[in-house]
Each structure stands twice: as C-alpha cells, then as structure tokens.
C-alpha cells in the first residue's frame, strides 16, 4: 500500500479541463482532503497512473463519480474506492472525508 503525501510540493492547476467536466464539478457536493495532506492527483484509480498534479493543504475536492481501484491505507481508512475530482483526475478515497466507509457518488463509467 502507498502512502503518497508526505513531503510533496504543490503543483499548479492547468485548468485546462473541458467546460462539461468544470461544469459537473462545480455543482458536485465538495469534500475536504485530510488535514496536513498535500494529495496526489493521479490519471487513474492507483498510485502506478501519471501524477497530474498536488492539492494544497486544506484542499476540498468534488466528487463526480467513483470506482474501485488499488488499495490504499490512509487518514480516513483503508479503501480501494477512487474518487473522480475532474476529467481523468483520481484521489484515493482514503484522504477525503466523506463520512462514509462505501460509496458517496455513482461509479464511474
């Protein structure tokens, strides 16, 4: 299990998202990163995708849908659930404080 978040620097947000895809996160329920976590955005549910980028600390992320992936130990538990923040943008399930040990949005396609 990879633990991802200690010592990571921030990276800058492109924004080069599609305007369908900000539109979908704009009205998804907001959830907020583990406090003290830095977290790493991936391309797909596990830490072997592409980083894409790092949230700040404090960071709060939407969740458009969600899907099962790599297993991961976390602040919040340990969970393969991977939350969908964006168009190919992935965050363990494990750092988001949803309130819940299942799922919160519909699966991912």
Same mark, same amino acid.
């Given at each position: 299990? =990879?633990?991802?978040? +200690?010592?990571?620097?921030? @990276? ?5 998202? /599609?305007? !369908?895809?900000?539109?979908?996160? +704009?009205? =998804? !329920?907001?959830y ?7 977290l790493?955005? #991936? ?5 072997? $995708?592409?980083?894409? #980028? ?6 709060s992320?939407? @969740? %458009?849908?969600? *899907?099962? /992936?790599?297993?991961? =130990?976390? !602040?919040?538990? %340990? %969970?393969? @659930?991977?939350?969908? @923040?964006?168009? /190919?943008? $992935? ?5 988001? *404080? %949803? /309130?819940?040990?299942? $799922?919160? =949005?519909?699966?991912?396609?």
């Amino acid at each position: 299990m =990879a633990v991802e978040n +200690a010592g990571i620097t921030d @990276i800058a947000d492109t924004g080069d998202a /599609g305007s !369908t895809t900000e539109a979908v996160a +704009a009205t =998804a !329920t907001r959830y907020p990163v583990a406090p003290g976590v830095r977290l790493k955005v #991936r391309s797909g549910p596990g830490t072997q $995708y592409q980083l894409v #980028r790092t949230l700040p600390l404090g960071a709060s992320v939407p @969740i %458009t849908c969600q *899907k099962p /992936g790599e297993w991961v =130990a976390g !602040t919040y538990g %340990t %969970t393969n @659930i991977w939350d969908n @923040i964006g168009s /190919g943008q $992935y965050v363990s399930d494990s750092y988001v *404080k %949803t /309130g819940s040990d299942g $799922y919160v =949005a519909g699966r991912c396609s």
